[in-house]
């Protein structure tokens, strides 16, 4: 039976790992789709396969990795028409979110404060910090619906999403500026759902997703 002392530098062993793991796929080391063979990696990291193992199944649960019943995991990978079709859905959970917060006027005193920290992170030009607090933003709104089950997809849907974002930014070199117009996006968001009008926070919100679809593709490929 392992004791205290044991299970927690096991934890700790797997969640460097994790990280370890998860700086190769954001800098390109592990292309979208490919699969990881965890052998080569517990030879590349000095550890056992099973430890390989556990920290993939934490980069699962992170959204960085897929890992079907049966079959060998692999990198998260998101087509154009992938992307398309998540900011269409979306647009339709974010959209049902906004409404039902703007509607139950609920505190959003902590979504306004994200919105001031994507603004510090784009100036700094801190692309990781802005990405962790953009991906807040968007939690942050769906569990102002006060709705499970609202709360609950967009985890499942936003989770991987913002980790494949993630991989896309870093490889492309996405600078911050990019953020500028989305950033007064986000600030529009907070300001409709004060103004307590569900509609038309809904109506923008989907409006919004359907604009970042179109456009989030080019700016990772560096397309006109």
């Known amino acids: 039976m392992p004791t205290p002392s044991s299970s927690s530098t096991n934890g700790l062993l797997k969640t460097d790992l994790a990280e370890r793991l998860r700086r190769e796929i954001v800098r390109g080391s592990l292309a979208p789709g490919e699969r990881i063979v965890e052998g080569k990696w517990a030879a590349k990291f000095g550890v056992a ?3 390989i193992r556990e920290a993939i199944n934490i980069l699962t649960q992170d959204g960085f990795i897929t890992k079907a019943s049966g079959r060998s995991a692999r990198v998260i990978h998101l087509s154009e028409g992938d992307v ?10 974010e959209g049902l979110a906004a409404r039902l917060a703007a509607t139950a006027q609920s505190d959003f005193g902590s979504l306004q404060a994200t919105v001031h920290a994507m603004r510090k992170a784009a100036k700094s030009g801190d692309r990781e910090l802005l990405l962790d607090c953009d991906l807040q933003f968007h939690l942050e709104l769906c569990r102002l619906s006060q709705n499970p089950y609202v709360i609950e997809q967009a985890r499942r849907i ?9 991989m896309r930014v870093t490889t492309s070199g996405q600078e911050t500026t990019v953020w500028d117009k ?3 996006a986000h600030q529009r968001i907070v300001d409709l759902l004060r103004d307590g009008d569900g509609e038309v926070a809904e109506q923008y919100v989907k409006r919004a997703m359907a604009r970042f679809g179109k456009t989030a593709y080019d700016h990772w490929e560096k397309r006109s």
């Open 49 to 51: 396969q099973g430890s």
């Open 84 to 93: 398309a079709h998540l900011y269409d859905l979306r647009g339709a959970i």
């Open 158 to 166: 936003l989770l991987p999403f913002f980790a494949f974002v993630r």
């Open 182 to 184: 989305d950033l007064e």
